[in-house]
């Protein structure tokens, strides 16, 4: 493999808590997305079913085990929770958009982008009257004769930019409202920078968390005050 998709599919560069706070949720929410479920059944025995994002093995507890693949698949869960589909209709959602699309990482892939609200909608078509019927109808809208997904979709999916092999390659991070930042996992480590002053957001929260004031961050690093400003209320708002 070469070295940009092992810096996206094989290499831990995000703790949970990181990861959260890149794509705007609760840590505890995006950890239950690392795990395997378990349901129990009516007939006393038990479903188990994978990990709804890529997780890695880390080195040490506590350390990073989210590859940049499992950000972007956070990320657009994300979005399709806020739209407001609930989780036991997510799964077999995916389950459909690896079978229909052919690939793992369904959701890095340019073709959820693509061809993903067309996939769920003749799949849907096929099922009518079950709850992938009902997901399609909180999912996807038609446009000028396509099916696309809701804005609530789209807005996250268009923040993904892809490589030549149609998966993620970096991302505009949603966390922020002003601040304009980037995760990319061939930059830092796939620590988010800003894009106006080219300085990572770590570097910069650790010094105003160390006693220097927004505007003398301004200053040295080139950041606009209202972006830092938005920055710092959004890591204090996950850290309360």
Not at 146 to 160: G, W
Not at 202 to 220: N, P
Request: hydrophobic share 40%; charged share 25%; glycine share 8%.
């Amino acid at each position: 493999m070469a070295a940009l998709d092992r810096h996206r599919f094989e290499i831990p560069l995000y703790t949970v808590g990181a990861a959260a706070r890149i794509v705007d949720v609760h840590p505890s929410t995006l950890s239950t997305w690392t795990r395997t479920y378990r349901r129990g059944g009516a007939n006393g025995r038990s479903t188990v079913t994978d990990p709804i994002i890529t997780r890695l093995s880390p080195e040490r507890p506590r350390y990073p085990c989210i590859p940049f693949v499992g950000l972007v698949e956070a990320l657009v869960l994300s979005a399709v929770r806020r739209s407001g589909v609930p989780m036991q209709r997510i799964r077999p959602a995916l389950k459909v958009l690896e079978q229909e699309i052919g690939l793992r990482h369904a959701l890095a892939s340019r073709r959820l982008y693509t061809d993903g609200a067309e996939l769920l909608y003749d799949y849907a078509d096929r099922q009518l009257g079950t709850g992938e019927s009902d997901l399609v109808m909180q999912l996807v809208v038609v446009r000028s004769g396509q099916r696309v997904f809701k804005e609530a979709v789209m807005e996250y999916l268009r923040r993904i930019e892809y490589a030549s092999d149609g998966y993620a390659a970096r991302i505009r991070v949603p966390a922020y409202t002003k601040a304009e930042a980037i995760a990319d996992p061939e930059m830092s480590f796939g620590s988010p920078f800003f894009v106006r002053g080219g300085c990572r957001v770590d570097d910069v929260l650790h010094r105003f968390w160390a006693g220097e004031s927004i505007r003398s961050l301004e200053r040295e690093f080139g950041v606009p005050f209202d972006e830092l400003e938005d920055v710092v209320r959004v890591t204090s708002r996950w850290a309360a």
